[in-house]
């Protein structure tokens, strides 16, 4: 639209792009504006794609020409182009009004700050109040900020405030969907937000209070909510790192006996039962606070109540058994000395953190032989219960031991177990420890075992074709595209260069497959995919024949006729 005036932009562009323009800009989907010539503008708009839109003035402030990338065709201005203009205008005149002032005095602009500080204090009163009554949000904030934190009321105040917020959300049966979780939990983040400023201002067991008030509504919440998302679960994540927080930080403050009475009461809240992970969660901050021998009885006494009644469920899994365990080891390592935290690792090796660190500390004194015989063992303890994840951790382990003391011929055993299993690393180690002449003897033994297996195993087939194309192994790669065509179009890129003939014949035998097997439109697109394939991969001459033939073959199929014909062939 040539000849419009920036002034004009409301009164010359169509309503409806108008509206969509404006849209886009105040949603922030122009990227970048920049003048890259005197009244020359080139941005970037996210649409659909991400377009690029040019916009030339001139002196007088008039579009002398518009360009945009995008396909439309119903008007001379587009949305993106609206969007630019409008940003443009305002660029444009705002530039105008500064060149119209001094350039030596600048335009004074006063804040909100220095307009208040003008008013008198029965003004602001006055203006607060009214502001009160007549907008929610400032009421709330402000009946926030003068509760007092220190108080029984201030936390049954807290409490109000999250409920209000859970009940705006809820429905006339006071369940909360799935789309009014976020929303709802406005006023639990406040209240949050309370806390954090309690830690900020070392009043920590003012800080834990306040997060177990919210910690108990947001449990509540759980009960009648779809928490799909998570928000509520996280912001209960957060109060328990809140918590964690004050017991971390609190030191030998008067206030530490308090808050590990409370961190103990807390976990047998009736919210929690069935919680585990919450419960282990404070009885790993209440570890922070003990500091004498009657606090970490009363503590072990709670968790092996804890314990027992995780035994009668029938939920139970050795997952809580095994956290505990590593508490109770923290816990003795602190306050008992190193002699007895080695002496419970001992009698936990059951436990594979446990056993992990001995491994480790055997190492670390070079005591290989130890590490090795508690390797083994977990290998053994491990494969009996077909844990396998854990048996390969222990087996990498062994590897680490046999590299330490030099016993090459394990390791070479161990890493062909692990290249067997399609783990590629080991399978670089594997090759570093053959002397060249060893290796091109063995190399092909090995990739013979590796295709016999690979029809049997995801692992290691991806691990055989990996090493096809790193050590350019063509001929083996054909082969085995050949044996499943639906991996033509991953590896053709590695054949191409020297074996085009076969790779076309792949092709053409995998549309023909494919076609015979296709029903519907989308499956015709599918089978087009792969001719555009050919044509990529230089088998022009072979897709024309193949369209050819599929279109004599096929002529009682319309839709496959008609997605054939839109293929650009060259």
């Known amino acids: 639209m040539i000849g419009i005036k920036l002034s004009q932009i409301e009164d010359r562009i169509d309503l409806i792009i108008l509206e969509r323009g404006e849209a886009y800009r105040e949603n922030g989907h122009i ?28 002196s007088r402030g008039e579009v002398n020409h518009t360009l945009c990338e995008c396909p439309y065709d119903k008007g001379p201005i587009c949305k993106h ?83 209000a917020s859970i009940k705006q959300y809820s429905d006339r049966h006071g369940f909360v969907p799935y789309r009014n979780v976020y929303p709802s939990i406005a006023g639990a983040s406040k209240i949050l937000e309370k806390a954090e400023e309690q830690l900020e201002s070392r009043h920590h067991l003012r ?94 006494k709670l968790l092996e109540r804890l314990e027992s009644h995780e035994r009668n469920q029938s939920s139970y899994s050795s997952y809580f058994t095994e956290e505990a365990a590593k508490l109770r080891y923290q816990v ?4 008992e000395g190193d002699s007895q935290a080695l002496s419970f690792l001992q009698d936990h090796l059951h436990i594979t953190a446990f056993r992990k660190m001995a491994i480790e500390t055997a190492i670390k004194n070079l005591q290989f032989d130890k590490a090795l015989e508690l390797v083994e063992q977990g290998e053994r303890q491990d494969t009996s219960k077909g844990y396998r994840g854990l048996v390969n951790e222990w087996k990498r382990y ?102 085009a003939e076969e790779v076309f014949l792949l092709f053409t035998q995998f549309i023909s497959e494919e076609t015979a097997q296709a029903s519907n439109r989308n499956q015709y697109r599918k089978v087009c995919g792969i001719i555009r394939h050919l044509i990529k991969a230089g088998g022009g001459e072979h897709a024309k024949r193949i369209i050819e033939q599929l279109c004599v073959t096929y002529q009682n199929r319309p839709a496959l006729i008609d997605e054939l014909q839109k293929i650009k062939r060259i």
Request: proline share 2%; with cysteine; charged share 30%.
């Open 207 to 300: 800080a834990a209070e306040i997060s177990f008030c919210v910690m108990h509504e947001m449990v509540n919440l759980l009960q009648s909510c779809d928490d799909s998302d998570g928000y509520v679960g996280d912001l209960i994540k957060e109060c328990l790192n809140a918590i964690h927080l004050a017991a971390s930080q609190i030191g030998s403050a008067k206030d530490s006996p308090a808050l590990f009475q409370l961190l103990l009461k807390e976990v047998l809240h009736e919210g929690l039962e069935g919680w585990n992970e919450w419960q282990l969660s404070l009885m790993e901050s209440a570890t922070c606070l003990i500091t004498n021998v009657a606090e970490k009885d009363s503590w072990f």
């Open 81 to 163: 182009a609206a969007a630019v203009l409008l940003e443009i205008r305002d660029e444009f005149f705002n530039k105008e009004k500064a060149q119209s002032f001094p350039k030596n005095k600048p335009v004074s602009k006063k804040t909100i700050a220095d307009q208040l500080s003008n008013l008198s204090k029965d003004e602001l009163i006055t203006m607060l109040v009214h502001f009160s009554d007549e907008i929610k949000e400032v009421k709330q904030a402000l009946s926030l900020k003068f509760i007092d934190a220190d108080s029984k009321e201030g936390l049954n105040q807290y409490k109000k405030v999250i409920r």
């Open 398 to 499: 062994r590897y680490e031991i046999y590299e330490l003391t030099h016993q090459v011929g394990h390791q070479i055993e161990l890493a062909k177990e692990f290249v067997r299993s399609g783990e590629h690393s080991y399978y670089l180690r594997l090759k570093e420890l053959y002397s060249k002449d060893e290796w091109e003897a063995g190399y092909e033994g090995l990739l013979d075992e590796l295709e016999h297996n690979s029809d049997s195993d995801w692992a290691t087939s991806s691990l055989y074709t990996r090493i096809l194309v790193e050590e350019n192994q063509t001929l083996r790669l054909l082969k085995y595209v050949d044996k499943r065509k639906q991996t033509l179009i991953h590896y053709y890129p590695h054949l191409i260069s020297e074996h």
């Open 31 to 58: 990227l970048s504006i920049k003048e890259v010539k005197p009244r020359v503008y080139e941005a970037e708009v996210e649409g659909t794609e991400l377009y690029d839109v040019e916009i030339q003035l001139d």
């Open 332 to 335: 003795i390592e602190r306050l």
